[in-house]
């Protein structure tokens, strides 16, 4: 992962616009089972809120995950950190228990990253946290506390391996050249360990896909490896990653192009878009892996990040670094947690929620099901909120937290009028209840005065 920073203000801006087998084709792609994978790809959506774990060696350092690897820690350092880690403190039903207390429901941990240390006990590799002093399969045992704690588990696995001998480039970031790689080779290592995932770990919820950005990597092994995946599987949800269609950091994907089953913007909330699944990834705090003393988000933006990507139709993947001991950092949880309590009052709004009808800005962001519009208002002016016409009438409309909200509905649009001491300093929610399905209604964009 590469950090791009990124200020709420312009997050809220963002938000308005297995056996091995030789490469093939992308006309080979054809999923398997359509009606299982649209219904898991539905069943994710609903979930709406996600942990990423981005966790390995590399915390004995502070630095960053497999871009560290030859600048600043030299290679043959930072290769042999799996020496000396040993996280005793780590424990699988605790981070569920984390993750679970912030609302999310599922959980997305890095098997395996660029610097090619792979996290559980493979055979197609050495180099494991098996050969470390720990000696303990993280990935079973964050996959079972998964299963027992009720969230979805899923494995984040690189595409490239600046590591493995096969692999044509190296560290730093991809700009040393090894003179004896053979792509070929390692496309099947890559397949026999992604199958060991599936096979020994599953069934899993997603495979989350990176790396695939080199040169090395191409469509046609990408379209091979998702249909490879898909037969293992065929409600397992992959990102558009495993191809080559992504737009850089934007993470929207080329429409020509083969692309998986939904994209993923990094560090922004990525678009408003009904008709293409997606799912921000972002950090807790700076870094994707721990490092100390590193800035973190305050509640204020953590849920307000939320709340604009639900308003966009995405989920939210919020990454956090566990420390070398195993534990995720005392300050991230707590921060975690208080983003738990505020969705056990407001969750309503936010699981199970498609994006709209108004669309997402600085103003705020709204969700919907059933004949319901949640508004979510970050600005007012002073005491009201003016939103665009829509083709239905409010029959009612009230605070989630409780207490009335004056409505004004007329041909040229809909007024709120919240008392400026009722108003949430974070999110003030007003539910609408209108006459029809609230998705029946197309997306309005909108533009709104704000003090």
């Avoid at 560290?68 to 799996?82: A, H, I, M, N, Q």
């Avoid at 040393?176 to 199958?195: C, E, H, I, S, W």
């Avoid at 709004?349 to 103003?363: D, E, L, V």
């Amino acid at each position: 992962m590469r950090w791009l920073p990124v200020a709420i203000a312009a997050l809220l801006l963002t938000a308005l616009a297995g056996q091995p087998s030789s490469p093939a084709t992308a006309a080979q792609a054809e999923p398997v089972a359509p009606t299982a994978l649209s219904d898991a790809l539905t069943r994710w959506q609903d979930m709406r809120f996600g942990m990423f774990v981005h966790w390995g060696p590399v915390s004995l350092t502070g630095r960053e995950i497999g871009w560290s690897r030859g600048s600043p820690t030299p290679v043959e350092e930072y290769d042999r950190l799996y020496e000396t880690f040993n996280p005793t403190l780590f424990n699988a039903d605790e981070w569920v228990r984390v993750a679970r207390a912030a609302g999310m429901k599922y959980l997305v941990f890095t098997t395996k990253h660029h610097d090619g240390f792979s996290m559980w006990d493979t055979r197609q590799s050495p180099y494991s946290i098996l050969r470390s002093p720990f000696r303990r399969d993280v990935v079973r045992e964050l996959a079972d506390a998964c299963r027992r704690g009720g969230l979805m588990f899923g494995a984040y696995y690189s595409i490239l391996d600046w590591h493995h001998p096969d692999y044509p480039l190296g560290s730093p970031a991809g700009k040393a050249k090894k003179p004896a790689a053979d792509m070929d080779r390692y496309t099947t290592f890559l397949k026999n360990q992604v199958g060991e995932l599936v096979r020994g770990y599953g069934p899993l919820g997603v495979i989350w896909f990176d790396g695939e950005w080199e040169e090395p990597w191409t469509e046609a092994r990408g379209s091979d490896l998702y249909a490879f995946l898909r037969n293992l599987q065929p409600s397992l949800i992959i990102n558009n990653r495993v191809s080559k269609a992504r737009k850089g950091m934007a993470g929207t994907s080329a429409p020509e192009q083969f692309s998986g089953d939904y994209d993923t913007p990094e560090q922004r909330i990525g678009g408003f878009n009904m008709g293409r699944p997606w799912e921000t990834c972002m950090t807790i705090c700076q870094q994707w892996a721990w490092k100390p003393d590193d800035r973190m988000k305050s509640f204020d933006e953590s849920i307000r990040t939320l709340v604009a990507t639900a308003g966009g139709n995405g989920n939210l993947l919020f990454n956090v670094g566990p420390m070398p001991d195993g534990r995720i950092e005392p300050r991230q949880v707590a921060r975690l947690a208080e983003m738990g309590a505020w969705l056990d009052l407001n969750g309503e709004a936010i699981y199970g929620t498609r994006g709209g009808p108004f669309m997402p800005g600085a103003w705020g962001a709204s969700t919907r099901r059933d004949n319901r519009i949640y508004v979510h208002a970050f600005e007012w002016n002073d005491d009201t909120l003016r939103l665009p016409a829509l083709p239905a009438k409010v029959i009612a409309a009230r605070r989630l937290a409780g207490g009335p909200v004056e409505l004004v509905q007329d041909a040229s649009g809909i007024t709120l009028r919240v008392p400026r001491a009722r108003q949430d300093p974070v999110d003030t929610l007003v539910v609408l209840e209108i006459d029809r399905p609230a998705m029946a209604l197309a997306p309005v964009p909108v533009v709104v005065k704000v003090r």
